[in-house]
């Protein structure tokens, strides 16, 4: 007796592509919309999610919380950078000791973006929400001590606001919404 296989060479692939496409399909998309209505400040997570390639037509919630996490870890990285040099080119003590501070709030935002994404990975998603509001705290806590450094304030609002999206995929992803 031949098996079916063998008898249909295509059928394996077939079967190999319906399985594909019916994971495709049912992936969790969402739109900027879904998302920013549930933000405190909609234009601003508008303005940061329309600036991903092809999201207007809706996002795999997956892709997009992978995406946005890693983005917040490359910029949180790059305004510790921007903290350091501040402290480098100064020689007033009491302003390396606020901007040291900054440093620590930022040492810590990486720590907890590392951790969201090690949440996300393993679906804890309840752990993602909670190291996304920490990240929104620690940035809002350097914004405090930084009011002297236009680009440090304008960083410490992005990472705020898309940590706050992050929060918002987090719910998503646990079903909240």
Not at 5 to 10: G, H, I, Q, R, S
Not at 40 to 49: A, E, G
Not at 94 to 103: A, E, V
Not at 143 to 150: L, V
Request: charged share 15%; proline share 3%.
């Amino acid at each position: 007796m031949m098996h079916s296989f063998v008898k249909y060479p295509l059928l394996p692939s077939l079967l190999l592509s319906c399985i594909v496409f019916s994971l495709l399909c049912s992936a969790k998309m969402v739109t900027v919309g879904d998302i920013c209505s549930k933000h405190p400040n909609p234009n601003s997570c508008d303005k940061i999610l329309n600036t991903i390639p092809g999201i207007s037509e809706g996002a795999d919630i997956n892709s997009l919380s992978s995406y946005l996490i890693n983005e917040a870890h490359v910029n949180a990285f790059d305004s510790l950078t921007l903290i350091h040099n501040i402290i480098a080119n100064s020689t007033n003590t009491q302003f390396k000791l606020r901007y040291g501070s900054c440093s620590l709030d930022y040492n810590d935002v990486l720590e907890c973006l590392t951790q969201a994404k090690e949440s996300f990975s393993s679906k804890n998603f309840s752990a993602m929400k909670s190291n996304g509001a920490v990240v929104v705290k620690d940035a809002q806590d350097c914004d405090t001590k930084a009011y002297d450094s236009p680009q440090l304030r304008l960083n410490n609002q992005d990472l705020v606001d898309t940590a706050i999206i992050i929060t918002i995929l987090a719910d998503f992803l646990a079903g909240k919404y």
